[in-house]
């Protein structure tokens, strides 16, 4: 009788184990989807097609000036004049849309991590993606930018590589010290590569109150 109660504690047990095993495959199956995805919808951003009329910004395009505020922070920026901003200010979060409607630019005030706050800002954005950021492994290039009011910004770009897949290198972050917080940067980042030319003038024209 103690025989066959022994033996049923270790067929539960090894059904557990089962449950458990199968459990993490398909976790890790699910995180190599969800990377997969990742990888490719970044590379479809990243992709460089023939620009066509409208897709550029040029000496003739008009802009027209937006702006950004909320408790912490508050600054002005151009973009041509028949796309929008979507401002979410409770969240320190804009995104700039194309005529069409298209994600372009992201605009984020982030609490930086940690101890990074403690750094010289250019020694942050030399870190700050790879510290931040999940698949961002190592800086690429970093230029230093000066906008129309003299603030100093660093246009950033990255190598990601998500779960060993190829490596690749991403779309530009810059980064601006926040105004009043140093515990926070305020990051805009490229959405759709084609639009770089565009990104430039727009990061060129930030104006800081």
């Keep these: 009788m103690k025989s066959e109660r022994v033996y049923n504690i270790i067929n539960y047990f090894l059904y557990f184990l089962l449950l458990v095993a199968l459990g993490v495959i398909l976790y890790l199956l699910y995180l190599n989807w969800q990377a997969r995805n990742l990888e490719e ?3 479809q951003n990243q992709a460089q097609p023939p620009v066509t009329q409208g897709q550029s910004i040029t000496e003739e395009t008009n802009l027209v000036e937006s702006s950004f505020s909320s408790d912490l922070a508050a600054f002005t920026f151009s973009v041509p004049e028949d796309w929008t901003v979507e401002e979410k200010t409770e969240a320190d979060f804009s995104i700039i849309h194309n005529a069409e409607g298209q994600n372009i630019v992201s605009i984020r005030v982030v609490k930086k991590t940690g101890s990074l706050a403690e750094l010289p800002f250019d020694q942050y954005a030399a870190i700050a993606a790879k510290e931040e950021i999940q698949g961002y492994n190592s800086l690429e290039d970093m230029i230093e930018i000066t906008t129309t009011d ?35 940067s305020i990051q805009v980042s490229l959405e759709n590569a084609e639009y770089l030319d565009t990104y430039d003038l727009i990061i060129e024209s930030f104006n800081f109150k």
Excluded: C, M
């Design 41 to 43: 919808a970044t590379r």
């Design 150 to 184: 003299q603030s100093i910004g660093y246009k950033t770009t990255w190598k990601i590589q998500f779960l060993g897949g190829e490596e690749f290198v991403s779309n530009p972050i810059t980064y601006f010290e926040h105004p009043f917080d140093p515990a926070k």
